[in-house]
C-alpha cells in the first residue's frame, strides 16, 4: 500500500506565500508522475501542476508565474511553491502520485487534501 501525506497548508492574505509537501510512504518501487490537483466548493476538480520523475513540468494557466511545482525523488517528496496568492485559489488541494509499488503494480493514489484559503 502507499500513503500520500500533505502538509503545508493554511490561511494567508492575497499576495502571501504558502508551500505545500506531499510525502509518499508504503511499498514503493518508483514512481511516476505526481502532481497538485484542487477543488473549490461547488467546482470541479482541476489540475493545478504536475510534473514527471525527469521533472518535466506543466501547470493550470491560472497559476503560470506564480505557482512552482518540484519534487525529491529521494525523499518520495512533491511540493507546490505558491505566491502571489488570490482569494480565487482557495480549495482544498490534493496530492496524486502514479506509484509503482514492489510487487510491480502500477496505479494512481490520492492524500487526503489540505485546505488552502487566501482571505483578508
Known amino acids: 500500500q502507499v500513503q500520500l501525506v500533505e502538509s503545508g497548508g493554511g490561511l494567508v492574505q492575497p499576495g502571501g506565500s504558502l508551500r505545500l509537501s506531499c510525502a509518499a510512504s508504503?511499498?514503493?518501487?518508483?514512481?511516476?508522475?505526481m502532481g497538485w490537483y484542487r477543488q473549490a466548493p461547488g467546482k470541479q476538480r482541476e489540475l493545478v501542476a504536475a510534473?514527471?520523475?525527469?521533472?518535466?513540468?506543466n501547470y493550470a494557466n491560472s497559476v503560470k508565474g506564480r505557482f512552482t511545482i518540484s519534487r525529491d525523488n529521494a525523499k518520495n517528496t512533491v511540493y507546490l511553491q505558491m505566491n502571489s496568492l488570490k482569494p480565487e485559489d482557495t480549495a482544498v488541494y490534493l496530492c496524486?502520485?502514479?506509484?509503482?509499488?514492489?510487487?510491480?503494480?502500477?496505479?494512481?493514489?490520492w492524500g487526503q487534501g489540505t485546505q488552502v484559503t487566501v482571505s483578508s
Open positions: 510534473i514527471t520523475r525527469g521533472s518535466y513540468t
Open positions: 508504503g511499498s514503493i518501487f518508483n514512481i511516476y508522475d
Open positions: 496524486n502520485a502514479d506509484v509503482k509499488t514492489r510487487d510491480l503494480t502500477r496505479r494512481g493514489y
